[in-house]
Structure formats: structure tokens, C-alpha cells
């Protein structure tokens, strides 16, 4: 099983991009949570999530970003998910989460979408 | 119709053994030739069942006796996954089905499992038995269309589930 791990940069404008590796599910969803959590306990709410290493997603793992987008948008943010692989994209068409999203393919296009 | 593949586990109920559900079932489809484009839709089906067995038929308690048994079984007509827990009964067909744009409006991220669960698995039946134990059963039929023509071979055969 690949680890699950976090990375954050600051880019300009004040974007969080945030890079998730390994499987999203029961056992590591409070993970990202608490990355999330302490982004927005700063303010950050433009924030960018990096999927392209991110195999397996759940429920647990989707909800994480339905409470995100509910957050960011209540303060004027937004989320962005980027490069999320079919395996993830097939969970979140399950969900009907595809519409709901700000989903992009590369980095350029979601530094733009902000 | 090709001879099942089972698999039994028998796993604490700590979300860290989730991992070795889906491989389970990774395995079971592979070697029973179930078609494998359902592969990604069955191993979240299994794993969130398995999950609301953490969440409300242990709690997420770590603490006495609490283990899981999961049995997979496959051919390249259908799957099968029981799952067994010894906790408080929790009935997931009994659940009204979550209404979504409700759900994200109000950012609520618990209740999305067993919605996904229905609309993956073809039948999903839940028994308690009188001696204590939960068991939530999946069905998945393969569409004629997507079976495998090939035939396959039987790494281990089973019980029907």
C-alpha cells in the first residue's frame, strides 16, 4: 500500500496548492482534513488540490472535500481539484460531484480558474 | 459458468486493515473473472460496507474482542461479499437513500456510503441472526456483454455464498 502523504506550497495570489499521494479513505481521510482545517484556521480559503497521485478515493475521502467546498464558498473561496485520476473522477461521478467541482486537468488552467 | 474463487478474511476492526479488504477483492475478481472494468466500483463498494461496520457496528471502539469477517466469492457471472460483525445491529438497507444536493449544501460528509453501495452492487440484503451476528450481503451480476469468453480457471473453490 502507498503512503499516504500531504504537501503544501503557497503560490501567488494567495493559492494554497495542496498535494495528496496514496489511498483516501477511512484510515487517512482525517489527514487531509486537518491539512484543510489549518489552511482555513489561516485564512486560506483558495485553495487547489493535486489528485494526480491519489489511486483510491471513498466516501470517507469525498466527503472531506464536500465539507472543503461548503467552507471555501461560504467565505468566498474556492476549491479546485486537479488532475484527479478516473479511478477518483468515477467516485465523484457516482456522488454527481463532477458538476459540483471546479475539476481541471493541469496547473495552469487551475491557477486560472481562480 | 466458471468455478468460484472464494476468499475469507478475518480482520480487527482498525480502518488500516482496509487495505487488505480491497485486495481481497482485487484478487477474488481477478482470478474469478469477474469483468475487471467493475473492479474499481466493487472494491468501494466492499470497502464502505465494511467501513459502516467500523462506524456503527463497532464505534470505532478499539477496545474487546471486534473483528470482521469478510468473505468474497467470484465467478465470471457474479460477486459476492458477506460481511459478518458482531456488534450492535445496524441495518444500511434500512437507511433512506441520502439526498446529495442536501448533503453538499449543507457539507455533510458522513451517510455517502451506503449510497454508493446501492447504486453499485445489483442486490444488497442485511440479516441479524439470533446468535449476535450482523450480515450484510452484496450482489453484483456481470453483464452478458462484459463477460469474459475465455473461460476460467479455478484457483479455489467454495461454498456458495
Known sequence: ?114 | MSEPVRRELTIPNETQYLAAVREGVREVVTLGRFPEKELNKLTLAVDEAVTNVMEHAYEYDLEGEMHIQVVLEANDTQFVACIRDWGKAFDPTAVPTPDLTRHVAEGRRHGLGIFLIRQIMDEVSYRSTPEGCNELRLLKRAKASERDVRGAVAVRGGRGL
Do not use: C, W
Request: proline share 3%.
Open chain 1, 1 to 114: 500500500m502507498p503512503d499516504f502523504s500531504i504537501s503544501r506550497e503557497t503560490l501567488p495570489n494567495d493559492i494554497e496548492l495542496v498535494k495528496v499521494s496514496g489511498f483516501l479513505d477511512a484510515h487517512t481521510f482525517e489527514q487531509l482534513e486537518e491539512a484543510l482545517n489549518e489552511l482555513f484556521s489561516q485564512g486560506r480559503y483558495r485553495i487547489i488540490v493535486d489528485l494526480t497521485n491519489v489511486d483510491y478515493i471513498s466516501s470517507a475521502g469525498a466527503g472531506v472535500f464536500i465539507a472543503a467546498l461548503s467552507e471555501t464558498q461560504e467565505k468566498g473561496g474556492q476549491i479546485v481539484l486537479l488532475n484527479p485520476t478516473k479511478g477518483v473522477l468515477d467516485v465523484f461521478d457516482l456522488l454527481g460531484l463532477t458538476q459540483i467541482f471546479s475539476v481541471v486537468k493541469d496547473r495552469q488552467e487551475a491557477v486560472a480558474a481562480f
